[in-house]
């Protein structure tokens, strides 16, 4: 093997880290579009500023995410750890740490993503069969005279349909085939009158739909055995379920789609019918060179809007909010850490003083004072006269201690606690 060539070339040119960080930054940012990500939140924080930062992880991996204060503020969905969500947004590098991450501009639950996972994976076995094959299609006639319109009686899409017919002056007859549109049991009436409708032999065209609602109000049509009848019918139908962003199954398994009930009935009732059927050849191999021209302008708008993001203020500006916030959360740190060692520092020396205050040993020796005072009150004069003794005095007051000394009739003073008696020696 050949060993690997270490000289400092052209190519082999020392890079810095920041130039290093900002080619990657380059790269990533210029070569992946945004996209949906799905994954579940995890270590959610939300910033002061209003920036909120989260992980997105699955089995295998975590993806590091920033939701800007503008795109926060337009988000209905309440975030919070273990939630399972789709993100979509951009790859981002913050060069101050060398890592990348999502830059998120909207968020939607992923129960919502589930539905559409059911919808995708039905619609894919189904075309697999063919079902949705252009070759199994029929032409719309021209001028029907009799159409059967598959839908609740009661729902406002049935006199929007008539409403349309009558103006437009269709004179053919129209009959409504009453059955749930929504709910619990509804795919089952449906599938059961695109087949009675089939048997009575009357109709010229059929037309399947209803109003618009949610996803889970629309999903009766998306039911297997509702498409596969509508895709088996002999009697060309029309599919014109919900308003024009609205797709379900029955769409392309019908004979035709319209974008509302309304659009069905002027499409029944128009005359550029047999042009619209002329045109629909031409019309899909016009939609397939329209989609890969799109792809490729798309590719190059988007080449174009990621060289400009980079040169955009917008992106330093968010990227200084990330080195804010970084920056923020480091000095917070850092005063909490001084703040809590000159806390144990005071803690110490509130100790070492009060080991050498001088509160201790004055109490001590007040106590000593004390008991050596009761000693001294005890042994007092004052005190002896209390426990009944008595002092004997003569007249100059001086003390008498001996009775050998004393002449009778001599005047002495007997002191007692309490006050003097006068008496006379005999």
Known sequence: ??????????????????????????????GLAPCWVAGEVSNLRAQASGHVYFSLKDAGAQLGCVLFRGDAARQGLALRDGLQVLAYGEVSVYEARGQYQLVVRALIDHGAGRLRQEFEQLKQRLAAEGLFAAARKQPL????????????????????????????????????LPAKVQGEGAAAELTAMVRTAEALNIFDLLV?????????????????????AVADCGVPIISAVGHEIDTTLCDYA??????????????????????????????????????????????????ARSRLRLLAPTAVIESNHLRLDDLGNRLGAALRSAVQGRRETLGAARLRLVSASPEKRVQLESHRLLALWKRLESASPASVLKRGYAIVRDESGQPVARAMGLKPGQALVNEFHDGQVRVRAE
């Open 141 to 176: 006639p021209l001028l029907p005279r009799t159409v059967g319109f598959i839908t609740s009686p009661t729902g406002a899409a049935v006199q929007d349909f008539i409403r349309i017919l009558t103006r437009r002056g269709w004179t053919g007859r129209l009959v409504i």
């Open 208 to 228: 399947i739909g209803r109003g618009g609602g949610s996803a889970e109000d629309l999903w009766a049509f998306n039911e297997e055995p509702l498409v596969r």
């Open 1 to 30: 093997m050949k060993p690997a060539d270490t000289s400092l070339g052209d190519a082999g040119r020392v890079q810095g880290v920041t130039e290093f960080t900002r080619r990657v930054k380059e790269l990533l940012e210029g």
């Open 254 to 303: 019908a004979d035709a789609r319209a974008e509302t009930p309304s659009g069905a009935a002027e499409l029944i009732s128009s005359h550029y019918l047999a042009a619209t059927e002329r045109l629909q050849a031409a019309a899909a191999g016009m939609a397939a060179a329209l989609e890969n021209a799109l792809a490729g302008a798309a590719g190059k708008l988007d080449h």
